[in-house]
């Protein structure tokens, strides 16, 4: 069966500092990684997405994710933090070989302080 | 971009009334919809899986009689909560993903109030 963990609850950094947000999946076949980041009261806006080729994932708003087959791991990075990227933070994961749905993380409120 | 749309985005109603939320894809056609719920500082369950011209797909634990929905064209699903009821209330977000694409498409979402 598929399933993602986000280990942290909430991550708190300064702004100007770099940030990351875990995320570890387990999937039969192969995956198809995503980050997704929520406003309150608002849906999901795509963030970045791993299907195949090079680890690392460049995305919106200066994301990056990258992609650790051997520890099953796809972590959101940003080099310098925004107050403005204070939201919630979604890992997704889609078995290639289980369907189309998107199996969601417990998301990580990400609370960047000026 | 691909757009998804969402209606209403707030709903309050009253305990045993039935609630419809709209769906559509405005500028791709989905021959799959996916119905999430998502509760208080929680992550997104899926609900169902609503394939267009057929009965949708449940997750276990969900009722599909009374989560129903129907997905009558390529560009609109709708989810109705019949008989709804304060435990019912929630954050309800549905997604579409665009034919050949990977990236699932998202609503704003529909907060649902039930009195």
């Known amino acids: 069966a598929q399933s993602v963990a986000q280990p942290e609850d909430q991550v708190n950094v300064a702004e100007g500092n770099p940030l990351t947000v875990k995320c570890t999946y387990s999937v039969s076949g192969n995956p198809y990684l995503f980050w997704y980041v929520q406003y309150p009261n608002r849906g999901l806006q795509f963030l970045l997405k791993y299907i195949t080729g090079d680890n690392l994932v460049k995305g919106s708003y200066g994301f990056e994710a990258e992609f650790n087959k051997s520890q099953t791991s796809f972590h959101l990075k940003k080099p310098s933090a925004l107050v403005s990227d204070s939201a919630l933070y979604f890992c997704a994961v889609r078995d290639d070989q289980a369907g189309t749905a998107l199996i969601f993380g417990k998301g990580t409120t990400l609370s960047v302080s000026s | 971009g691909a757009v998804v749309s969402q209606h209403p985005s707030w709903v309050i109603c009253k305990s045993g009334t039935s609630v419809k939320i709209e769906c559509r894809s405005l500028?791709?056609?989905?021959?799959?919809m996916f119905w999430y719920r998502q509760f208080p500082k929680q992550s997104l369950m899926l609900m169902a899986t609503s394939n267009e011209g057929s009965k949708a797909t449940y997750e276990q634990g969900v009722e599909k009689d009374k989560f129903l929905i129907n997905h009558a064209s390529l560009t609109l699903s709708t989810l109705t909560v019949t008989s709804a009821h304060p435990e019912d209330s929630s954050f309800y977000i549905c997604?579409?993903?665009?034919?050949?694409?990977?990236?699932?498409?998202f609503g704003n979402g529909t907060r649902l109030t039930v009195t």
């Open positions: 500028d791709f056609q989905a021959t799959t």
């Open positions: 997604s579409a993903r665009d034919r050949g694409a990977t990236p699932l498409h």
